[in-house]
């Protein structure tokens, strides 16, 4: 077994590490190791996450902010990975963005039932450790140039957010609605000022959306 491991493609290789653990690895074990001011704010996320980190690392070299966006994840994978790369760093708050690839049925057929009990899972597993929890909407979207068989983005994409927002304030969680600021016209697309394409921000929406998450950080810290 052991031999058949070593010579396995890359495409099994990537079937065993389905959540990615071993993107993260080095880095939250020198997290582990370092002092821990109290003050860590992990940014729990998909390419829109890592986009941003790429985009404006000033945003979070500056705050102290610990990114742990992955591309093309599913809220399935990082529920899977949330221990190694969110409670594992004892941050004192998370900013969870969850749904995108979801709905874009990246790895998974869409319901939108699972994914929301996914970022419930999440948010419980962080109350449950003494951490804050701050959820976020999901992007607008109207359509998803990888997958364009999917014609209903902006609808599934509005009604996932109704019930992130729900819960949020049900439980007495920040909500930040990213949402709201960047969605553009009757076919509720992200405003194309302030994207890279039709999924992601450019440095304008990312200049939208800092404030709106800052705010949100500051009242529960």
Do not use: C
Request: aromatic fraction near 10%; glycine fraction near 6%.
């Amino acid at each position: 077994m052991l031999l058949a491991l070593v010579g396995a493609p890359n495409s099994l290789r990537a079937q065993e590490d389905f959540a990615n653990f071993a993107r993260f690895e080095a880095d939250n074990e020198r997290l582990a190791v370092e002092e821990n001011n109290g003050k860590r704010v992990v940014f729990m996320g998909n390419s829109i996450t890592e986009g941003w980190i790429h985009t404006h690392p000033g945003f979070f070299a500056d705050n102290g902010y610990i990114g742990r966006g992955i591309g093309g994840q599913t809220s399935y994978q990082m529920l899977l990975r949330f221990t190694e790369d969110v409670i594992n760093l004892k941050p004192a708050a998370v900013v969870i963005n969850a749904g995108t690839n979801d709905v874009a049925i990246n790895n998974h057929p869409y319901s939108e039932r699972r994914t929301f009990e996914n970022i419930v899972a999440m948010a419980t597993l962080a109350q449950a450790h003494g951490i804050k929890v701050i959820l976020t909407s999901v992007l607008p979207a109207a359509s998803f140039s990888w997958r364009p068989e999917v014609t209903d983005a902006a609808d599934k994409i509005a009604s996932l957010n109704e019930r992130i927002q729900r819960y949020a304030e049900k439980n007495g969680f920040q909500y930040v609605d990213y949402y709201s600021a960047l969605v553009s016209g009757e076919a509720r697309e992200l405003n194309p000022a302030l994207r890279k394409d039709v999924a992601h921000p450019n440095a304008a929406g990312y200049d939208v959306m800092e404030p709106l998450v800052q705010k949100a950080i500051r009242r529960v810290l």
